[in-house]
Nanobody, 127 residues
Framework: QVQLVESGGGSVQAGGSLRLSCAASGSADSLACIFWFRQVPGKGREGVAKIYVATGQSYYTNSVKGRFTISHEKPENTVYLRMNSLYPEDTAMYYC????????????????????WGQGTQVTVSS
């Protein structure tokens, strides 16, 4: 089992920055990839960023490319999402998720019930 705990959310004005953290514990060494998803009320969960922990290869949804950076600090088993130049449309609940090699899927297409999820952290961007 893996436990994921997010932190770092909050309220910020448009153009501002936040850094989200996701600390993994338990069988964290079994993880191959870690994601950040986000969700607003009434909409589905959207993949934002993904990183493969062995290689550091990262992927982003188009709307955040050039503004968000995902990184992995192996000794701490922590993944960060640095968010710059935030827009009001970035407002959402942000969830960290992690998967073993068999469940990393293709980009953000994963079986949601086959990966580990954190409890979420709220990001609110005001105009």
């Amino acid at each position: 089992q893996v436990q994921l705990v997010e932190s770092g959310g909050g309220s910020v004005q448009a153009g501002g920055s936040l850094r989200l953290s996701c600390a993994a514990s338990g069988s964290a060494d079994s993880l191959a990839c870690i994601f950040w998803f986000r969700q607003v009320p009434g909409k589905g969960r959207e993949g934002v960023a993904k990183i493969y922990v062995a290689t550091g290869q990262s992927y982003y949804t188009n709307s955040v490319k050039g503004r968000f950076t995902i990184s992995h600090e192996k000794p701490e088993n922590t993944v960060y999402l640095r968010m710059n130049s935030l827009y009001p449309e970035d407002t959402a609940m942000y969830y960290c998720a992690a998967a073993t090699p068999a469940n990393c899927g293709s980009l953000f297409s994963v079986r949601r019930d086959s990966i580990y999820w954190g409890q979420g952290t709220q990001v609110t961007v005001s105009s």
